[in-house]
């Protein structure tokens, strides 16, 4: 501080921590929900997928709690901001210090939040232990995609105090907290760093630019999430209310997974060309899901925004998507550089011999989706295209943007019409086709069905 002025206030030295888990399938009202326990057990439950699971703190701490049945797994904040700022219950509601959550649970539950209150520096360990008994058969809806889980590791009892073996669940739980739990992250950095170094480190970079791939490509990793959910369409009637679209999972990387939690398509074909080098099986799987999402028509909605979650992030005017409008075909670029990798590949190659099955099977529903691009992006003029969407009667902005095109404020006529002619989609198109036509010629199709 300047002389005569009063020194800055210390940095506070306590902070309260809080964390939460849901039950999505006691959400929308199947199952039992999770359990609130005691002691270093948090919570447990059972899912389809994981078989019966717990939460556990193997860093003992006071904890406090709350629990409650409720539909709207997407407004944590909000749930918690009442949470903290209530009463307590019963017959003489007396108010509660503010911040601390009201040690109260519902008996069937789907969303519990925890906090621990303590001072700077701390550090907890919290366990999921999964697979404590065999998963329950999965839903109907959910056969097609789902796998069994593999069963969990055997790990040898700790040693306790007394002497005395522990249990499976405790050995789990030590393996995986205090000391176990520090060897193996350094074991898995070094893995990481050595995977990096063999597959995506930059030529010629110096530490400082290695440092940065590789929190971006950890961002990237971070950021892939899974999705089920029926998307919102505009129907083509004029004047009649968003439609649902049929329901279906995607698995996608993100922007940003806590801001923008949904899957941009243009941004996932550049998402994909670094997935490859990282894991080819991780990038098929996502691009996949995005196959799996082209319409019977070819329409490929440019963001998936499925499920309450996603909803909840996105302003409600972009909510509802448009199938007249289309994005940059970006998917190609990974599917091509795909079958680049199979044409260069060795006959023995078993990842090229997987490649090419993945080619096989995606080229008629990406075909469908060129196809579809060419079709209703042409423009007035003949060899022309035109990005839909523009908004003509926009007010108070100079260029109106063009959010299809992925340049969304790039210069632009300033009175939209259906006789612009718009370059870079005339590029796309061509770019498109070309890829096409290679990923084809790897998916063993006759040039003339291209």
Known sequence: AATGEPPPPPLASRVSLI?????????AGD???????SGGLLASGADAATGAWALHLASPSPVRHVARDTRHLHNVTDWLQGELEGEEG??????????ALPNAADARA???????????????????????????????????????????????????????PASPVDARVSALSGPALTTLIAAREASFDARFAATLAPRGGDAATAS????????????????HGAPLVKPAAPGKPPARGAAGPLFTATPA???????????????????MQWSPL???????????????????????????????????????????GANPPTLLLPLAAMAARVEAAAPDDPDAADAAAFLRAAYPRVRAWVNWLLRTQKGAAPGSFRWRGRDGEAVGELNPKTLTSGLDDYPRASHPTPDER????????????RLLARVGARAGRPRAEV
Not at 90 to 99: F, H, I, T, V
Not at 310 to 322: G, S
């Open 19 to 27: 964390f939460y888990v849901g039950d999505e399938a006691a959400a």
């Open 31 to 37: 199952g039992d929900g999770l359990t609130v326990g």
């Open 90 to 99: 019963g017959s003489r509601r007396r108010p509660r210090l503010r911040g």
């Open 110 to 164: 789907s969303l519990a939040a925890f906090q621990i209150t303590t001072e700077i520096p701390f550090s907890i360990d919290i366990v999921f232990t999964g697979g404590l008994a065999p998963p329950q058969a999965p839903p109907a809806r959910w056969r097609a995609f789902w796998r069994a889980p593999p069963d969990p590791p055997v790990l040898p009892p700790p040693p306790s105090a007394s002497g005395a």
């Open 212 to 227: 940065l791939s590789k929190a971006a490509l950890s961002n990237l990793l971070g950021g892939m999430a899974y999705f």
């Open 257 to 275: 997974r806590a801001f923008f939690p949904r899957g941009f398509l243009w941004d996932e074909g550049f998402h994909a060309l670094v997935l």
């Open 282 to 324: 991780l990038a098929r799987d996502a691009l996949a899901h995005w196959a799996d999402a082209v319409t019977a028509s070819g329409w490929l909605a440019r963001e998936q925004i499925l499920g309450p979650e996603a909803e909840a992030r996105v302003p409600a005017e972009f909510v509802v998507q448009d199938p007249a």
């Open 422 to 433: 718009h370059v870079d989609l005339l590029c796309w198109a061509a770019v498109a086709t």
